[in-house]
């Protein structure tokens, strides 16, 4: 990891935290509203057109059976003993997911998986696939040609294959037949936020009392639902839903974190995280990090608050091997990570100092190794 690349990456750091501080979130990109959310829809279907790298009907019976199944509903009538090759044709799982409030009408992408063990399903046409939901009913239909995004390329000695070729897409491929069941017009609303977090609802209580002038219209469930009281005449209430989505609400700090890619050895802190005066040895390098925590005080005719101003310093001495690195209460995660990064330690090495950090009890935070 670079000295430029390190830079980069604090800035960056640098900047999310302090953007967090400051920024608003919309009711929307926090909660969701109770009752609309999409619904998961699969099927069973037939891909043909296939240039021969459908199923092997061979060690695979099931293809063969499909296609007789599907001749016969068409009025084609095969007798059930014949065995037949259709290495042009393929069985395959269809899914899509039918969104939240789709009417019929209403286009929808659709996913294409072989079942069996067709080597491609480039080029091939998946027939009119019925979809259905977990009730059992049907609620989409799906047919189109299949968009691949892989190559392969064979000789008499070798094969290369780009990407996943038995799976595709169809874009737009899926009708909605039928919508799903709606709620009642319930007049009371519930707003599922996406963390639970007491602190969190309290402000979203606050917000939304402000907009809605109703008294005893807005109520905490528990840590993750509020309840609203809304107009139930349709027009009056896309009005109020609109303006509450819409809402801006100040998020509260969330719990302290920090995640650590296992790969790259890249660290994202957050800016709950707080460190506890601790030691620690690696190679020949010694770092020290101070804090010298300052309150200014204001002037006597303003009203502004005492500022905590922050004078922080680190230095990298070299030392002979084994020296303690010695933090001191008040420091920043980030200062010690790029000291720690700057003594050239590798990514498994700051997994186990921060491994350890967290086992003393100096880090106080959630390790996240991803």
Known sequence: ?????????????????????????????????????PNQLIG???????????DNSGSNPVTGQS????????GVSVPPSINLQARNAAVVMVTAELAALARPGQAMDVTVSSLTNA???????????????????????AQGSIVVPGASVSTAMA?????????????????????????????????????????QIQRAVEAISKVVAEENAVTAVDARTVSVRVPVQRAQRVSVMAQLLELDIQPVVDIARVVVNART???????????????VTHGNLT???QANNQVVPQSLISRNRPVNQRNERVSIDPGPAGQMVRVEE???????????????ATPQDLMSILQAMKTSGALQAELEII
Not at 125 to 133: D, E, S
Not at 178 to 184: H, K, L, M, N, R
């Open 44 to 54: 069973y279907g037939l891909v043909v057109g296939l240039d021969g790298t459908g």
């Open 265 to 279: 050895g890249s660290v994202v802190v957050n800016q709950s995280v707080r460190l506890a005066p601790f030691a």
């Open 159 to 199: 094969r290369t294959t780009i990407n996943q070729l038995s799976a595709g897409r169809i874009p737009s491929g899926g009708m909605v037949e039928q919508a799903a069941p709606e709620a009642d017009m319930d007049p009371v609303v519930e707003f599922n936020f996406h963390k639970v977090d007491y602190a």
């Open 67 to 74: 296609v007789i199944t599907m001749l016969n509903s068409l």
């Open 119 to 141: 080597r491609s399903l480039r080029g091939g046409t998946l027939l009119m696939t019925p979809l259905k939901a977990a009730n059992g009913q049907v609620y989409g239909q």
């Open 1 to 37: 990891m670079t000295h430029r690349t390190l830079s980069k990456w604090f800035l960056l750091m640098a900047f999310v935290l302090g953007m967090s501080q400051v920024m608003a979130a919309r009711l929307k990109d926090m909660a969701v509203v109770s009752g609309q959310r």
């Open 287 to 289: 770092i020290h990090v």
């Open 330 to 344: 008040g420091a920043s995660l980030e200062q010690v990570v790029r000291a720690i990064n700057l003594l050239g």
